[in-house]
């Protein structure tokens, strides 16, 4: 059984980058697509993007300029970069293994929560 | 981006009851839309995938329908574990969700 566990840094100060790993057991990176998401303290939640197996990528159009997703398959880990973080950045982030692009998500992590505070 | 319009926000149910959430799209999906439950400090979980799909694993009172535009999620014979909050997502543009509906206990 395959199991996703987030991990990073639980306090950011605004301006700061973000840098969350999602660790991947039980399985490998090597075989599905990986999105991350947000839900935002309101409830909402939010698509980052997603990169394949092989590196390519798809952002966010809203945050793409700020967002950035990588793989690492020595280390079956997937990161993600979210640069200059202001207060509305603060959500919880979670990773999500998928069977393709623009597919549904059938194994999230249990989240890493963020704050962005002064 | 396709818009997810999902009702009610909150729904106030009993053990037993069957309930309803609506998830309406600003366009066709086709059949492109999936189902979440979540829990405080649990992973999210896949319920439904293509509008009707059961994911293995999920029990039987659980159950999608529609197509294009307008998609329901049906609960049966509610049990406790089942009071979360529950979204719908399409896949077929990017991917948005609804905004949830969280389901408490009257």
């Known amino acids: 059984q395959m199991h996703l566990q987030e991990s990073g840094p639980g306090l950011l100060k605004p301006s700061e980058t973000l840098s969350l790993t999602c660790s991947v057991s039980?399985?490998?990176?090597?075989?599905?697509?990986w999105n991350w998401m947000r839900q935002l303290p309101g409830g909402g939640l939010e698509w980052l993007g997603y990169?394949?197996?092989?590196?390519?990528?798809n952002y966010n159009p809203s945050l793409e300029t700020r967002v950035s997703i990588s793989i690492d398959t020595s280390r079956n880990q997937v990161s993600l970069s979210l640069t200059s973080v202001t207060a509305t950045d603060t959500a919880i982030y979670f990773c999500?293994?998928?069977?393709?692009?623009?597919?549904?998500?059938?194994?999230w992590g249990r989240g890493a929560l963020v704050t962005v505070s002064s | 981006d396709i818009q997810m319009t999902q009702s009610p926000s909150i729904l106030s149910a009993s053990v037993g009851d069957t309930v309803t959430i609506t998830c309406r799209a600003s366009r066709g999906v086709s059949t492109w839309l999936a189902w979440y439950q979540l829990k405080p400090g649990n992973a999210p979980r896949l319920l439904i995938y293509h509008a009707s799909t059961l994911e293995s694993g999920v029990p039987s009172r659980f159950s999608g329908s529609g197509s294009g535009a307008e998609f329901t999620l049906t609960i049966s014979s509610l049990q406790p574990d089942d009071f979360a909050s529950y979204y719908c997502q399409q896949y077929t543009s990017h991917y948005t969700f609804g905004q949830g509906t969280k389901l408490e206990i009257k």
């Open positions: 039980g399985g490998s990176v090597s075989d599905y697509y």
């Open positions: 999500a293994s998928a069977g393709g692009p623009y597919y549904f998500s059938h194994l």
């Open positions: 990169i394949s197996y092989s590196g390519s990528t």
